[in-house]
């Protein structure tokens, strides 16, 4: 009864990794100390920069906004190595999780392919998708471990496409 849930939880979770990926990586990977310093900077140099006359101290101004370009560049050029950084962390996320979630599943579809989720009475007939409902179980009037999988990944990607 236990491999139900597993299998359900599973399969959803693989639906749902790249969205996990998105609400965990900023958690992950955040701005750096530099940008985080240049912003900062850029913020303070701005006000100092809203405090002098242009008209009265042109030269102190045009210094003061080129040392906020200046600045700016050297922000655009960190996020930059933040942003390589960032697609690294995202990419190694996602796709590591998957592959964990991948091998987690066939570890299961592997040690219980001849398993049963559920069993019928009698009064049920599969017929003519019988045969593959519950392959490789070959029990009759049952719902097999891989076809369990199958199902749940399919309904568990449909609702992830849905869900925003």
């Known amino acids: 009864m236990y491999l139900i849930f597993v299998i359900s939880i599973l399969c959803l979770l693989m ?10 990586l900023p958690f992950v990977c955040g701005d750096s100390s530099e940008v985080k310093s240049l912003k900062k900077e850029i913020s303070q140099l701005r006000a100092d920069l809203a405090k002098i006359s242009m008209r009265d101290e042109y030269i102190k101004y045009v210094k003061c906004e080129r040392t906020v370009v200046a600045y700016e560049t050297k922000l655009n050029e960190a996020k930059g190595r933040d942003n390589v950084k960032r697609v690294v962390y995202e990419y190694a996320i996602h796709y590591g999780g998957m592959a964990v979630l991948a091998l987690c599943m066939m570890y299961i ?25 519950n392959f490789p179980a070959k029990v009759p009037n049952s719902i097999s471990v891989v076809f369990w999988i199958v199902v749940n990944n399919f309904v568990a990607r449909t609702i992830a496409g849905y869900v925003k």
């Open 15 to 24: 639906a749902f990794t790249s969205k996990i990926t998105k609400t965990v």
């Open 109 to 133: 579809s592997f040690s219980y392919r001849y398993s049963t989720i559920i069993v019928f009475g009698s009064n049920f007939n599969f017929e003519p998708f019988g045969g593959l409902i």
